[in-house]
């Protein structure tokens, strides 16, 4: 099965712009992830999504983060303003379904750099 | 705010040599889990263990679980070059399904 694509891979703006990352996850997954890796640590989520609908967005910086997912498949993820701080790999995942035993499948990131 | 922490934060074998890594977390929880991240890709999951489940296998994986103590052992044999990666425990506590994340252990695998 095809994994979770995410695009691009790699993103360079300067502080201020904005930017958005794309994710498609696998097909039939219902539940879609958002994680933010800073360089040297863990994944922190972001946002969870159950088909087209927000389970948790509670550390999702709502003054500058939004996300939606159009039709409960494909999800964007946007910035606007960028801060220097957001600098961070942007990870994507899906899982079958909301179970807490449910493994999670990642995409390979975006990059993002903040000049 | 990050659930777990792994010891040691860095490890240097030799190739065939054994692997341990350890995973300290805080609150009470539904399972743990192990990924693995190949430098500059995404999180491969290796490995769930139940809060009601002590040991348990896959391969050359080897997962504990002591839920008095709060703590997970990952432990990886016969060590090879492509073991080489970061690895992170996780946690699933409450009614959510989301992964809360340490800060991970770099394993390197030297031929």
């Known amino acids: 099965e095809a994994g979770v694509a995410q695009s691009p891979r790699y993103k360079i703006i300067e502080k201020r712009q904005s930017v958005a990352f794309w994710c498609n996850p696998i097909s039939g997954h219902a539940t879609l992830y958002w994680y933010q890796q800073i360089l040297g640590q863990g994944p922190k989520l972001l946002i969870q999504f159950q088909n087209n609908g927000v389970v948790d967005d509670s550390q999702l910086p709502k003054d500058r983060f939004s996300a939606e997912r159009l039709k409960g498949v494909d999800s964007t993820l946007k910035i606007q303003p960028a801060k220097l701080e957001d600098s961070a790999v942007y990870l994507c995942a899906s899982s079958l379904v909301a179970g807490t035993d449910q493994p999670q499948h990642f995409g390979d990131g975006t990059r993002l750099s903040i000049l | 705010s990050q659930q777990g922490e792994e010891d040691p934060q860095a490890l240097s074998i030799q190739e065939g040599e054994n692997a341990t890594m350890n995973c300290s977390y805080k609150t009470s929880i539904n399972n743990l889990q192990w990924y693995r991240q190949n430098s500059g890709r995404g999180l491969v999951h290796l490995i769930l263990?139940?809060?009601?489940?002590r040991e348990k296998h896959s391969g050359r994986l080897r997962v504990t679980l002591d839920t008095s103590k709060k703590s997970s052992s990952l432990l990886i044999t016969a060590s090879r070059a492509a073991d080489t990666a970061s690895y992170f425990c996780a946690t699933v506590s409450g009614a959510g399904t989301a992964l809360i994340f340490g800060k991970g252990t770099t394993l390197s695998v030297s031929s």
């Open positions: 263990i139940r809060s009601n489940e």
